[in-house]
């Protein structure tokens, strides 16, 4: 797994990491509280319940969740941060688990899955088996009715930095459409967002605060869509 800003690197590389104390989230600690209230919670419209945070890292993220109002769970292949993680937030469960395979829970066990910029999402090739297998898993752990956030920091320009790509919004889209629906992106700066569901299940309004999407007329005329709502709320 990756860690919010870093590039995919060994375990024992992740394990040091989150012994030095991780990215420093907890020194903006309430910033970042507001910022996923704004951005994860209110912008998807997230339904409060049991969620699964995939690729956790020391459980900065499973805490935010948690103090949402959220049933939090993290995990990770990293064992420091595992153990880091119950260390700092005791009150969420955390589990060492890897995403390439999978994962130690019941089908439909989580109403909201969540990964913010695991390895995956910057590897060179999105359409890799290792990656597109990933989202029919997390899909089979997701509730009827209930959304996978994935977030994940890209300049969006294609260009490859330590080990990770910068994929534009498109090429996101297109990843998750691999088991799930994308219905809906939002950037913040260079933060993308894309909420998935079931496919069939019914959208949110185009009057929400993020960008809704729906298929139809083809995955170009899709993928256009998309993109121009983006362009016009960057505008804005």
Sequence with gaps: MMGAEGASSPTPEYDRHYAAGGFGYEER???????????YVE???LPTGRLLDVGC??????SIFRDLGFEATGVDVSPGGIATA???YP?????????????????????????????????PDLEAPRVTS??????????????????????????????????????????????????RV???GNYVQVGVRHPGAPTRSSGDRA????PGGGPTNFLRRVLGKVRRRLEQ
């Design 29 to 39: 600690r309430g910033h970042w509280l507001a910022w996923a209230r704004r951005h």
């Design 43 to 45: 912008a998807f419209d």
């Design 57 to 62: 890292g020391d459980g900065f993220w499973t």
């Design 86 to 88: 119950r260390s700092k």
């Design 91 to 123: 009150e969420s469960t955390f589990l060492v688990a890897d995403a390439d395979g999978p994962l130690p829970f019941e089908a439909a066990s989580f109403d909201v899955i969540f990964c913010r910029a695991i390895s995956h999402f910057g590897e």
């Design 134 to 183: 990933l989202i029919p898993r997390l899909m089979a752990l997701l509730a009827p009715g209930g959304v996978l956030l994935a977030s994940y920091h890209t300049v969006r320009d294609g260009g490859t930095v330590h080990g990770r790509t910068y994929h534009p919004v498109s090429t996101l889209v297109r990843l998750f459409e691999h088991g799930g629906d994308p219905y």
């Design 186 to 188: 939002e950037l913040v």
């Design 211 to 214: 960008t809704s999407i729906r």
